[in-house]
């Protein structure tokens, strides 16, 4: 949440993710809407604005991600196995599922650990 994304000065509007720059889809004085970009790696990135494309917004705390501003990027979830393989046409059979990355856990520095998760 923001305000003052819409001033009459605004040109070349830039989401910056991490190091990744990218244009908002659209947006309006309370709000920008902005798909994320593609990453190789998960982690987290801190989020800034530039309503002329060079001077962004500062991170609230130096030198560490703020929860305010900071996007996590994760792994797709791996399925290893699940059962029961069937069930009743009229739903209701609880089905295991087993594999990693379902929830992803953060440490402190921001960086993900997966470990087997059991749903």
């Known amino acids: 949440f923001g305000l003052g994304f819409s001033q009459p000065s605004v ?8 190091n ?13 809407r902005v798909k994320s970009p593609s990453v ?3 982690d987290a990135v801190v989020v800034a604005v ?3 494309g060079q001077q962004f917004t500062k991170d609230k705390t130096l030198r560490f991600k703020d929860n305010e501003n900071t996007f996590y990027f994760y792994d797709n979830p791996i399925i290893y196995d699940f059962s029961p ?6 739903g209701g059979t609880m089905v295991k599922i087993r594999g990693r990355g379902f ?14 998760v059991y749903v």
């Open 103 to 116: 929830l992803p856990k953060k440490y402190e520095n921001g960086t993900f650990v997966h470990s087997p």
């Open 20 to 32: 990744i720059y990218t244009k908002p889809a659209k947006y309006k004085d309370d709000e920008i």
């Open 50 to 52: 530039a309503l002329n």
């Open 85 to 90: 393989e069937k069930g009743m046409s009229n």
């Open 40 to 42: 190789n790696v998960p």
């Open 11 to 18: 040109c070349n509007m830039t989401v910056r993710f991490g």
